[in-house]
């Protein structure tokens, strides 16, 4: 196994890290919608057209990816055993993500 300098305590105070980044940006989005009465697209795009929202949603982005990236890998590494099929999917995966991560920046910006 390689261990690409990471290890268990690493994992572990960025897996709560992003959690805690995305908690707060449930929290932003739950408020938004509780003051605003009628949110319409306008309303919307104007919300998002914001530059500490987009900075938010990047964020939000991004710790998803981690958190995401480090569960795989649990997952993966605790259930699948035969190296290969366990390289192949952890390689989709982060493709995946990363393409989740690319389109969710083109979204953001393209507001």
């Known amino acids: 196994m390689v261990n690409v300098?990471?290890?268990?305590?690493?994992?572990?105070?960025?897996?709560?890290?992003?959690?805690?980044?995305?908690?707060?940006?449930?929290?932003?989005?739950?408020?938004?919608?509780?003051?605003?009465?009628?949110?319409?697209?306008?309303?919307?795009?104007e919300f998002f057209a914001c530059m500490p929202v987009?900075?938010?949603?990047?964020?939000?982005?991004?710790a998803l990816l981690v958190h995401a990236k480090i569960g795989v890998w649990q997952v993966l590494s605790d259930y699948i055993k035969p190296a290969f099929l366990r390289g192949a999917l952890q390689f989709l995966f982060s493709v995946l993500l990363l393409a989740y991560v690319l389109f969710g920046f083109s979204i953001v910006w393209g507001v």
């Open 54 to 62: 987009k900075i938010a949603t990047m964020l939000a982005l991004l």
């Open 5 to 45: 300098g990471r290890n268990g305590t690493h994992d572990f105070i960025l897996l709560r890290a992003s959690a805690v980044i995305l908690a707060l940006y449930t929290l932003l989005l739950a408020g938004f919608f509780v003051v605003t009465q009628e949110v319409t697209f306008n309303v919307w795009q």
